[in-house]
């Protein structure tokens, strides 16, 4: 590396005052986690095709990872969609009310297509978006019988949100990174999967890190979203021990089998768990 074994030890010893000793080195979203007794420092790794280390990054700074408890999906969706069915049906004028439609429209929009609403249970699932249609629906009559209103800048406003997201989510959608292909590749699973994250911006975690800006995070779907039955062990998962194809013709040069579950808890991120010294010294 450029600045020979001095620089190396100088950036350790950096490291080494943010973190303490560290004991692992973890695979995350946002990148690999050096972890030690004070904290966590970012690593990004470079490695050769013959699995020689090439480059190395360690961010200056300790790393603080987003805390807090989010408000779960299954009831992210919902409640502004309901909120919105509720103001279809108190709006004062027709103005207002079409503004109301809009808005429910590009609430639909933004759940369909940049959440995640087909891991959640079937039934539920279904039950709460027929609900919202049908009130929407019935709703229709109003219009009607209120006075015209002058919240145009408003609706106009709600018609540009709509035109806007559908836009954003037919070009994440239809993404294409447009490499090239030494042959063609076939979907390598079977059944219903799908997609959490794939595409372009802002559907893909993944197009940030040009390393992994083609991957694809798949989730199996089954009678309970993402599961089989109710409970979260991993044998319950959709995907799990579900068959994976080769995704084109080729020639098997090694294969290894028997290698243990990462972690028994679902929904939890692992990756290589090495000590410190031998992953700096591999």
């Known amino acids: 590396m450029p600045g020979g074994p001095g620089t190396l030890e100088r950036i350790v010893q950096a490291t080494l005052t943010r973190?303490?000793?560290?004991?692992?080195?973890?695979?995350?979203?946002?990148?690999?986690?050096?972890?030690?007794a004070e904290g966590q420092?970012?690593?990004?790794?470079?490695?050769?095709?013959?699995?020689?280390?090439?480059?190395?990054?360690?961010?200056?700074?300790?790393?603080?990872?987003?805390?807090?408890?989010?408000?779960?999906?299954?009831l992210l969706v919902p409640l502004p969609a309901l909120w919105n069915v509720l103001a279809l049906w108190t709006a004062p004028d027709r103005t207002a009310w079409f503004t109301d439609l809009t808005i429910l429209a590009a609430c639909c929009v933004l759940a369909e297509g940049l959440g995640a609403p087909a891991q959640q249970p079937r039934l539920p699932r279904r039950t709460v978006e027929a609900g919202v249609a049908v009130a929407a629906l019935v709703s229709a009559f109003r219009p009607a019988g209120l006075p015209s209103g002058d919240g145009v800048l408003g609706l106009a406003r709600g018609v540009v949100l709509l035109v806007?997201?559908?836009?954003?989510?037919?070009?994440?959608?239809?993404?294409?990174?447009?490499?090239?292909?030494?042959?063609?590749?076939?979907?390598?699973?079977?059944?219903?999967?799908?997609?959490?994250q794939g595409g372009g911006r802002p559907l893909n975690h993944h197009a940030r890190v040009p390393e992994q800006r083609g991957a694809v995070d798949l989730v199996g779907l089954g009678r309970y979203g993402t599961r089989t039955r109710r409970d979260h062990e991993l044998t319950a998962f959709a995907a799990?021990?579900?068959?994976?194809?080769?995704?084109?013709?080729?020639?098997?040069?090694?294969?290894?089998?028997?290698?243990?579950?990462?972690?028994?808890?679902?929904?939890s991120l692992t990756g290589a768990r090495e000590t410190w010294c031998a992953w700096v010294n591999s």
Not at 41 to 63: F, I, K, N, Q
Not at 173 to 195: D, K
Not at 253 to 261: F, L, N, R, T
Request: hydrophobic share 40%.
């Open 41 to 74: 420092v970012r690593a990004w790794a470079r490695v050769a095709p013959d699995g020689e280390l090439t480059a190395l990054y360690l961010e200056g700074a300790r790393h603080t990872p987003a805390r807090g408890r989010r408000l779960p999906y299954a």
């Open 164 to 196: 806007a997201l559908v836009g954003l989510v037919a070009v994440a959608r239809t993404h294409s990174w447009r490499a090239p292909l030494s042959q063609p590749l076939r979907f390598p699973l079977e059944g219903e999967w799908y997609v959490v």
């Open 19 to 36: 973190t303490g000793r560290p004991g692992t080195v973890t695979d995350s979203l946002d990148g690999l986690l050096v972890t030690g």
């Open 240 to 267: 799990y021990g579900r068959a994976v194809r080769s995704p084109c013709d080729g020639r098997v040069v090694s294969a290894e089998d028997g290698i243990e579950d990462q972690d028994a808890r679902p929904g």
